[in-house]
């Protein structure tokens, strides 16, 4: 009986010890339009690191399991930090799209408490959808997203939802006013 309590008190422990080990990785981020250029909108991510470890790869628009990407769209014009890569995923071939940040540099990595920015691309997809549910997933947000202390996969990760900022009609339309106008400003 004691050796049964014991092993209860052990498993307990373990259990409470589990979730500390996931709670050291932890993110918020935004996606936002920056511009729009012709049939595409242009978006621009922000990284905030509110764990207690570095990360070394932001997966957007993707789950470890069962391997799913989220953007209807291929998205192309990615940029990234420096010292950062960047790759286009359809990993299932069927389904959507995803984006896949990383750096295998512990100086590029992105501390704990800090911001990093540099993440960007270009894609059909409005940000309204990008802020809706995938077309491939039904009830699974296309900013469902990973990240990881180090290189793609190199732990369990944090799964988390990237927040998309969609503009309101008013600044969208003064956004399209200020490139209509510079556009007016370089013909002449």
């Known amino acids: 009986m004691r050796r049964l309590a014991l092993f209860a008190g052990v498993i307990t422990a373990c259990a409470a010890w589990v979730p500390q080990l996931r709670a050291a990785e932890t993110a918020t981020a935004t996606v936002t339009l920056t511009s729009t250029s012709g049939s595409l909108f242009n978006y621009a991510i922000t990284l905030k690191d509110t764990g207690t470890t570095n990360i070394g790869t932001l997966w957007y628009a993707w789950i470890q399991s069962p ?16 010292g950062w890569i960047a790759d286009i ?17 512990a100086a590029d990595q992105l501390t704990p408490g800090n911001t990093l920015t540099g993440f960007g691309f270009s ?59 510079l556009g007016l400003r370089r013909s002449r």
């Open 89 to 105: 995923n359809n990993i299932g071939g069927t389904d959507g799209y995803s984006i896949e940040y990383y750096t295998f540099l």
């Open 123 to 181: 894609t059909p997809d409005s940000p309204s959808a990008l802020a809706g549910n995938s077309v491939f997933y039904p009830g699974t947000p296309v900013g469902t997203s990973f990240i990881y202390a180090g290189s793609p996969e190199s732990d369990p990760g944090y799964q988390f939802i990237v927040t998309t900022v969609v503009p309101e009609p008013a600044s969208l339309g003064m956004v399209t006013l200020a490139i209509a106008a």
């Open 67 to 82: 391997f799913e990407d989220f953007l209807a769209s291929t998205p192309s014009n990615i940029t990234d930090p420096s």
